[in-house]
């Protein structure tokens, strides 16, 4: 910095510069999002056109909030991000400790953790449909020849299992990315720390749980933050898998929403919903600033 | 010690075995004739290999054109991404001015949006100004999370550049222009590079908005169009293998050859955020 003039060239720079991407962010992202809030106090149904249409205050939400189905949607989305969010974390941790440690064939494990991570996921659900497919699919084949009855085998009518099909096809596309994350937090670590621990006398479980876990921990937090918030909004795989069946038993939020929308044409209705999905997230964004705002003070203290 | 590393290579072992056989599978399944495909024990192998999925899905169900979608939706999203985000993320790295954390927080933000809370809107506008079915109806919404994950990307791998080399060149004689042109920009295009495979990635996958802005099966994209595949009574299970298999090769040339930087790309947005 060589005089009081630079940060004020700087400054008027820098804005210049962040003005055309934040004005197509508020453009395309929050001018829509004031519209839904809007929307969101209107009745507004497209199949209905005899319908009044206008201003109905707070009548979409006393709706929404006492809709069982709503609720039950809620249940199911936090039901399915903390089952599938967890099992991704336990898995991607061992693949993870188990692929640092055996550096074995590293480009085709790269292929392996990045391949189910980049194809979209409702071309993992079909391939996942295909698995389970009552009549000539390879798991139902594997129940046969284990001799489970005919009626478990067609695992997709049945609430339970249904979920289980989500869940396994979420884990399979997912824990690669949990792995990745966790490998290049393990990466990080300086291995002199080790070789001090072996010193000492640690075993190998001492040091993975006094060393390793630890010093993991940042980048754990921060694979489960971005994996929490995208299972919450799943989509995909219900849409591919089950269309939310059976009945209504695997229907989320983000689906029902959709469904409201442009199944239901009820735009007043669904854009009540998006409102609420919109806030909990937002809740949950917040949430994520203040932990990594804590987590860099946390860094720059050690 | 010998133990433990045998199960460890076993894990491994493991893992890629899963991560790979779906896709094995699928290609297989995709080879074979009906009549081994809807087998109640279907054979492993195709026998013989047909390549009549392929051909449906090409010539009677003109894939290539969800295809064509794909990648100019993703294409032209990625571009105006890539050409925006450059320069917000230049200043946010490398200038010095209020508010900066507060514009990255807000990016943040903006990047954990549900999408579904856009949809009645936009469906409505859309509707309105007979732009569904259009590219500029997915390529608009692509922009609200594919911008600010841009901008997060190369906000980063801007702040790893070695900005000193500039100004030393600028010492050295060299014009502004010239200073950018060959010192910065060199340093700058590996990042850039990533950060625009990552997000033609995310644009590519993908569905939601795919979904609800397009009605009919020349405007979908491949994640919509594969999907829609199936009619209400048949499910054409050859060729959607065989249209799962179309679109992955390329992404698997694409990851085994570009893994390194996809890897540094994606690390990079998670880990030093």
Redesign the interface.
């Known amino acids: 910095m060589k005089s009081g003039q630079l ?1 004020f060239r ?2 008027r ?6 003005a ?3 004005l ?2 508020a453009l ?2 929050l001018y ?2 004031g ?2 809030l809007w ?1 969101s106090f209107q009745q507004k149904i497209i199949k209905l056109p005899w319908l009044h249409t206008g201003w109905v205050g707070l009548a979409n939400y006393r709706e929404l909030f006492t809709d069982t189905r709503f609720w039950q949607a809620l249940a199911h989305t936090v039901m399915f991000t903390v089952v599938s969010v967890g099992l991704e974390l336990v898995l991607g941790l ?2 993870a ?3 640092h ?2 550096r ?2 590293t ?10 991570w ?7 659900a ?3 449909l ?2 389970v ?1 009552p ?2 699919g ?1 798991i139902p ?1 594997g129940l046969r020849f284990l001799g489970l009855p005919e009626t478990c085998q067609v695992l997709l009518a049945h609430p339970a299992s249904a979920w289980a099909v989500i869940i396994a096809t979420d884990v ?1 596309k997912n824990t ?2 949990m ?3 966790l490998l ?2 393990l990466q ?1 670590i300086p291995v002199d720390l080790y070789e001090a621990a072996a010193l000492d006398g640690a075993s ?1 479980w001492q040091a993975c749980r006094r060393i390793t876990l630890p010093l993991l921990v ?2 754990i937090l ?2 489960l933050i ?1 994996r929490t ?1 995208q299972a ?2 799943v ?2 795989h219900i ?2 898998l089950t269309g939310g069946g059976p009945g209504t038993a695997t229907e989320t939020l ?1 689906f029902l ?2 469904q409201a ?2 199944n239901d044409m009820r ?1 007043g209705y ?2 009540a919903l ?2 609420v ?2 806030l909990g ?2 809740a ?3 949430f ?2 203040s932990a ?1 705002g804590l987590q860099v003070k946390g860094e720059e203290r050690s | 010690m010998k133990r ?2 045998v ?3 076993l ?2 072992v493991l ?2 075995l ?3 056989f ?2 094995f ?2 290609l297989l ?1 995709s080879l074979k004739p009906a009549s081994q ?6 054979p492993f192998w195709p026998q013989p290999c047909t390549w009549e999925n392929y051909r449906a899905i090409f010539l009677e169900r003109r894939f290539y054109l969800n295809i064509l979608n794909s990648v100019v939706v993703a294409g032209a999203a990625t571009g ?1 991404c890539v050409a ?2 450059s ?2 993320a ?3 790295a490398r ?4 508010g ?1 954390s507060i ?1 990255l ?6 990047s ?14 859309f509707e309105k100004t007979r732009l569904i079915n259009t590219y500029l109806a997915l390529i ?2 692509y ?2 999370f594919a ?2 994950l841009t ?1 997060w990307l190369l906000t980063v791998f801007f702040r790893q550049i070695p900005w000193e080399l500039e100004e030393a060149a600028r010492l050295d004689g060299a014009g502004p222009l010239r200073a950018f042109w060959e010192v910065t920009l060199p340093l700058a295009a590996p990042g850039i590079f990533t950060t625009a495979i990552l997000t033609f ?1 995310y644009c ?5 908005f795919a ?2 802005f397009t009605t009919n099966d020349a405007s979908r994209t ?3 169009a ?2 829609m595949f199936s009619g209400y009574h048949t499910v054409p ?1 050859g060729q ?2 065989a249209a ?1 298999t179309v ?2 090769v390329p ?2 040339a ?3 050859v570009l ?2 930087r ?2 540094s790309g ?2 990079a947005g ?2 030093k ?1």
């Open positions: 940060p700087e400054a720079w820098g804005y210049l510069l962040a055309p991407a934040l197509v962010i395309v992202a829509p999002l519209c839904t929307l061992l693949a400790l188990a692929i440690r055996a074995i064939l480009g085709l494990t790269r292929a392996a953790v990045l391949l189910p980049a194809i979209p996921t409702v071309v993992a079909v391939m996942w295909f698995l497919n009549a000539f390879l084949m399979w690669p990315f792995t990745l994350m290049a937090g990080v190998r940042p980048a921060v694979a971005f918030a919450f909004m989509f995909g849409y591919a983000a929403n959709y929308i442009l735009f669904g854009s998006s409102v999905i919109f997230s937002l949950f964004a917040l994520y600033l990594m | 433990s590393g199960s460890v290579h894990a491994t893992f890629i899963l991560s790979f779906p896709f599978w699928t399944s495909l809807f087998q109640i024990n279907p105006v925006l985000g320069l917000a230049y200043g946010l200038l010095r001015f209020r900066k514009i927080g807000f990016i943040l933000v903006v954990l949006f549900p999408p579904v809370a856009i949809v009645s809107p936009l469906f409505l506008l608009l919404p922009l609200t911008l600010p901008i990635i590519w996958n993908e569905f939601l979904l609800a491949i994640p919509v594969i999907v299970w959607i293998l799962v679109v992955t992404v698997a694409l990851v085994l893994q390194r996809i890897i994606l690390t998670a880990i955020g």
